[in-house]
């Protein structure tokens, strides 16, 4: 887990995490669908890290994805232990970007992306809007990309 040594605000963060039995397909590795769980488990760890959350009960705001991406390096087995590094790479006024790396030990396991979006939502209309003080002020992006994984991903 890291900080910025100018800020309180977070940037990154590292999950650490098992393969679940459940978590597998036919095969015996983990099904390609898991890796967005593992993702979002990982941008969740870093709201919480940061003092936030990213879901308030009985609030009106939501945060959607508007675009996901993951490539596949190597594949996790069960009781595997593995890291999932997540890492804020853009914040705009609507939405924000992350990166993220899956690693076993020093075996890149996958890479991937996300974009979320802020919207209101009262009831069943959903409206694109500024993400609140409140929610975006514990995050930052990570402009520039840490030395120790700058050869990963977009940095922004």
Same mark, same amino acid.
């Given at each position: 887990m890291e900080t910025s040594s100018k800020s309180s605000r977070w940037s990154? +963060?590292?999950?650490?995490?098992?393969?679940? @039995?459940?978590?597998?397909?036919?095969?015996?590795?983990? +099904?390609? /669908?898991?890796f967005f769980?593992?993702?979002?488990?990982?941008?969740?760890?870093?709201?919480?890290?940061?003092?936030?959350?990213?879901?308030?009960?009985?609030?009106?705001?939501?945060?959607?994805?508007?675009?996901?991406?993951?490539? @596949? +390096?190597a594949p996790l087995h069960f009781e595997d232990e593995f890291e999932v590094w997540v890492r804020v790479v853009a914040i705009s006024r609507r939405t924000m970007s992350y990166a993220f790396l899956l690693t076993r030990g020093e075996t890149r396991i996958a890479s991937g992306s996300a974009t979320i979006a802020c919207v209101f939502s009262p009831e069943y209309e959903k409206?694109?809007? /500024?993400?609140?003080? /409140?929610?975006?002020?514990?995050?930052?992006?990570?402009?520039?990309? /840490?030395?120790?994984?700058?050869?990963?991903?977009?940095?922004?």
């Open positions: 990154e +963060h590292t999950l650490r995490r098992r393969v679940n @039995f459940y978590e597998l397909d036919s095969a015996g590795i983990v +099904h390609f /669908s898991t769980r593992y993702m979002e488990e990982a941008e969740h760890a870093l709201w919480r890290a940061a003092g936030l959350t990213i879901a308030t009960p009985g609030e009106e705001f939501g945060f959607p994805r508007l675009a996901v991406a993951c490539q @596949f +390096h409206k694109r809007v /500024s993400v609140p003080a /409140s929610r975006g002020s514990g995050l930052r992006d990570a402009t520039p990309c /840490s030395a120790r994984r700058s050869s990963f991903g977009p940095c922004g």
